[in-house]
DNA sequence: GCCAACGTTGGC
DNA sequence: GCCAACGTTGGC
């Protein structure tokens, strides 16, 4: 199986970079978007994530997080004192649906939406186009860019 | 904090 | 199944 890419947001007064770098890993709730559940169902261990903060000023890639775990039932949709319960959820047929992901590495250098959205080589990003979606499929050759642009260290 | 854009809900 | 009303996201 081939490996996939991905774009994963995060407001970071929710949960930023540096609690995935305290966490090491890390599931990912409170996903309630069907676009960005179905993108999560199709992930497989390994795939690579780039890791967004969103409502920070500016908003940027910051990091690099790996999947390592594939979906499975998002245990917050159970939950009565969860900010993320949803009473129309089943349990026998789970409406919403989390990863685990790994942290991987985090960047020197932020690449912000701006540069993003001037660079030709990302301007078709799902980023761009659909400023809502959280989780988003990413190509490859847009993820090893914004590595450039990051100045990661690591090689894909 | 504002608000545009988008997604969801529910009445008909 | 349409669409108005409402709720949420996220850039600014």
């Known amino acids: 199986m081939k ?18 770098i305290a966490d090491g890993r890390t599931h990912w709730d ?8 179905n993108n999560m169902m199709k992930m497989a261990v ?3 994530v780039l890791y ?3 409502r920070q000023v500016p ?6 997080a790996r999947v390592v775990k ?9 939950d009565e004192t969860s900010g993320y319960y949803d009473s129309r959820s089943d349990e026998k047929n789970p409406r919403w649906h989390m990863v685990d992901v790994e942290f991987v590495e985090k960047f020197e250098v932020e690449t912000s939406l ?17 400023s809502r979606l959280s989780v988003q499929p990413v190509l490859k050759e847009e993820f090893e860019w914004i590595l450039k642009m990051s100045c990661s260290k690591i090689e894909l």
């Open 70 to 78: 594939e979906s499975y039932p998002d245990f917050t949709q159970f």
């Open 3 to 20: 490996k996939s890419y991905w774009l994963m947001k995060s407001e970071p007064d929710v949960y930023s970079i540096d609690d995935l």
């Open 30 to 37: 409170g996903v309630r978007n069907y676009q960005a559940r």
């Open 59 to 64: 908003p940027a890639v910051v990091g690099w």
């Open 114 to 130: 701006t540069q993003i959205k001037d660079q030709e080589l990302l301007c078709d990003m799902v980023l761009v186009n659909n």
């Open 52 to 54: 967004y903060h969103s």
């Open 46 to 48: 390994g795939d690579e």
